[in-house]
């Protein structure tokens, strides 16, 4: 178990570290460089005009502040992915399938002669506490692990919900008609687990044409489910049928729904092909994100860790600002510097407890 999770893992990170260095070679630094050497080969050429050579000037400028920037932003990704590469594999995994020493059995109480009996109190294993954060993948880093809380136990009661997940996991013909095919599993998903209330939902037509807007491309893109819940919270949730998302095709539909939460100035958008649930967050020049699996939510019969992740990250607590005019716990958590996200960690562990 211990080495068959140590060599997902090592698969997961060097896909990762390869698709960081993949983008640095193909994204744009290329071509602000040709457009460097070029304007420094024009401006060799002697001009009589000045306020041409001015322009010119400016423009260099610009462009190696800009390559300056982006190089960087590569350079930090690819030192934090090998850190927490390194972090996970040599200290997280190997202690979560090892014992802390020989297994030894004890009586569920002690006697004490002044006190009576008390009961044996278990400690939790701190290490180990933020392992559904682990069980997920990450693009980017939305979240720091050290601003994560702990299992609740509203969250244990929803788990049994989802043990005994009711009959609409399997749509019926009344819901398939809904466009796409995903209309019962949303159900079950949104509403039955993560307990986001019905009413609160609005769906397809329902959404107004306020919520729509024109991409680069121009085509027009609104959510296939929208929930707005008290003091302004607010989940848009899309889909799309592609095989996987952000790989192949599927990175047309991430770089669509980034776009829209760019131009409507939201943060936070669910992207799902039924199978993968992608949480999104994005940034003015940045994004992060982390995704579910719905094949690995039940393991030997049991929830998984990647459903406690689910309820920690999209419950109704953790979307909802705690009063009006502050940011909900999780977008706080994700979007303020470390010091100011330490204020909010009371008031993120209290909404999940």
Not at 15 to 24: D, Y
Not at 272 to 286: C, K
Request: aromatic letters at 6%; a positive charge.
């Amino acid at each position: 178990m211990g080495r068959d999770a140590i060599r997902t893992e090592q698969e997961r990170f060097r896909l990762r570290l390869k698709e960081v260095e993949r983008a640095m070679s193909e994204n744009t630094i290329s071509k602000l460089e040709k457009e460097r050497d070029r304007l420094v080969a024009d401006m060799r050429q002697l001009t009589l005009i000045d306020i041409d050579r001015r322009v010119q000037e400016d423009r260099l400028r610009d462009l190696e502040a800009e390559l300056e920037r982006r190089s960087n932003h590569f350079h930090e990704l690819l030192a934090r992915l090998k850190s927490e590469q390194d972090r996970l594999l040599s200290l997280v995994l190997p202690k979560r399938y090892q014992l802390r020493q020989s297994a030894q059995v004890f009586s569920g109480g002690c006697r004490d002669p002044h006190a009576g009996e008390r009961p044996v109190i278990y400690h939790t294993d701190t290490l180990n506490q933020f392992a559904w954060w682990s069980s997920l993948n990450h693009g980017g880093l939305l979240i720091a692990p050290a601003r994560l809380a702990t299992t609740s136990p509203l969250q244990r009661q929803r788990f049994l919900i989802l043990d005994h997940a009711p009959p609409r996991c399997c749509p019926g013909a009344a819901e398939r008609r809904e466009a796409g095919a995903q209309a019962g599993l949303f159900d079950v998903v949104l509403e039955g687990v993560l307990q986001l209330p019905a009413l609160e939902w609005k769906k397809a037509s329902a959404i107004g044409a306020e919520w729509s807007h024109r991409l680069i491309n121009g085509e027009s893109l609104k959510p296939r489910r929208l929930w707005l819940g008290s003091d302004a919270a607010i989940l848009p949730v899309f889909d799309d049928a592609v095989k996987q998302i952000g790989v192949g095709t599927g990175r047309r539909s991430t770089a669509r729904v980034i776009e829209w939460l760019r131009k409507s100035g939201q943060k936070l958008a669910l992207l799902t092909n039924g199978v993968q649930w992608r949480l999104i967050h994005a940034g003015p020049d940045y994004d992060a994100w982390c995704q579910w699996d719905i094949g690995y939510w039940f393991e030997e019969g049991q929830t998984s860790d990647q459903v406690q992740a689910l309820l920690h990250l999209l419950s109704p607590q953790a979307l909802t600002p705690p009063k009006e005019g502050m940011s909900a716990p999780l977008i706080a958590a994700i979007q303020t510097p470390a010091k100011v996200r330490l204020n909010y960690l009371p008031i993120w562990v209290n909404a999940l407890a």
